[in-house]
């Protein structure tokens, strides 16, 4: 079946350094990805859409510049949290279309803590 | 809006059975997702509605009913390592997922 890894799948940093989380499609073409991220006790937000080679589309009240979405090939996105800061600590994770609009499958997330 | 509605916490007994709802208003329909998330993991793919009607998958079922913006997840024979977040989410026109907050099931032996 569809496999997404994500790389780290744990990271502590202190506040100001910036973190890069890494989304990989390993057996499909990921034509577009999807970054989501979840606070404790909460639903999953979607933070941003990427499409291969294009602009990612950030939701509403998501900086485009504290979060920089890379989806430079069709296997690779990459989330950059740049200046992080405590409040961005959270659970991040990435999904990935394979073109079929109904299915998604999700990597198994990336804990970030910002001390 | 769009708004996905189901309870926050359930509560059930092992080998029982239990139903999540969900009730959905988005723009436009193009399937309703339930998803499985462990605390601390993602989530995991459980059925995909589109057309009116139940979906069933070894213990666990899925119904929708699109006229009344409604569908339930069904799981018979409870076991503990049923307890998780249950997330409901629907494809809007734009292909995009809403989510629904989750519904904690607590299993009880």
């Known amino acids: 079946g569809a496999v997404v890894s994500q790389h780290p799948s744990w990271v502590i940093c202190k506040s100001g350094t910036s973190v890069k989380i890494e989304c990989r499609s390993l057996?499909?073409?990921?034509?577009?990805m999807f970054w989501y991220r979840q606070f404790p006790k909460q639903s999953l937000m979607l933070m941003a859409t990427?499409?291969?080679?294009?602009?990612?589309?950030?939701e509403q009240g998501v900086e485009k510049d504290k979060f920089l979405i890379n989806h430079a090939s069709l296997t690779l996105s990459t989330l950059t949290v740049t200046s992080a800061h405590p409040e961005d600590s959270s659970f991040y994770i990435c999904s990935a279309r394979d073109g079929e609009p109904y299915e998604q499958y999700f990597g198994p997330g990336t804990r970030l803590t910002v001390t | 809006g769009q708004n996905i509605d189901q309870p926050t916490e359930m509560t059930a007994t092992e080998g029982a059975i239990v139903q999540i709802n969900c009730t959905y208003q988005?723009?436009?329909?193009?399937?309703l997702f339930w998803y499985q998330q462990h605390a601390g993991e993602a989530p995991t793919f459980l059925s995909y509605n589109v057309l009116d009607g139940l979906e069933e998958k070894g213990r666990f079922s899925s119904f929708l009913s699109r006229s009344k913006g409604y569908s339930y997840l069904l799981l018979k024979e409870l076991q503990m390592k049923d307890s998780a977040s249950y997330l409901c989410a629907v494809m809007d026109s734009n292909y995009q997922l809403i989510w629904g907050a989750g519904t904690k099931l607590i299993i009880k032996p």
């Open positions: 988005t723009s436009g329909f193009n399937g």
């Open positions: 057996d499909f073409q990921a034509t577009t």
């Open positions: 990427s499409n291969e080679g294009s602009k990612a589309t950030y």
